[in-house]
């Protein structure tokens, strides 16, 4: 389980400010960042949001099937087109190696995304 605050925590490395009665002149004066991670938190943090749109406009596109409010074809066109988004989602996992549970955001009180 992935929250967001780890999503952007693992996107770069910074080193924490004392939280002292720290001046300016005693905060670091530089961030660390490694591109690498940054690349694959921003990638791992758009994919999730992607997933989370995706699941929410299925189950709105359920409620409409199920309220009888969409043609036979839009049912036909939403299918196929959830179908190739899914499949363009599991592509870009693949890619940068995120497994399910990577891209599987705690929204807090809802609960786990799936």
């Known amino acids: 389980m992935t929250t967001c605050a780890e999503l952007l925590s693992e996107s770069s490395h910074v080193r924490p400010a004392r939280r002292s009665t720290a001046t300016a002149a005693d905060l670091p004066g530089e961030l660390q960042l490694n591109p690498d991670n940054v690349r694959n938190g921003l990638a791992k943090l758009v994919l999730a949001l992607v997933e989370l749109l995706r699941e929410?406009?299925?189950r709105q596109a359920l409620r409409r099937?199920?309220?009888?409010?969409?043609?036979?074809?839009?049912?036909e066109r939403l299918g196929e087109t959830f179908l190739r988004l899914a499949e363009e989602i599991e592509?870009?996992?693949?890619?940068?190696?995120f497994t399910d549970e990577d891209l599987n955001l705690d929204l807090?009180?809802?609960?786990?995304?799936?």
């Open 108 to 114: 807090g009180p809802l609960g786990k995304l799936r």
């Open 91 to 97: 592509k870009l996992r693949e890619y940068f190696g």
């Open 56 to 58: 929410l406009l299925e």
């Open 65 to 75: 099937i199920d309220a009888g409010s969409l043609t036979e074809g839009e049912v």
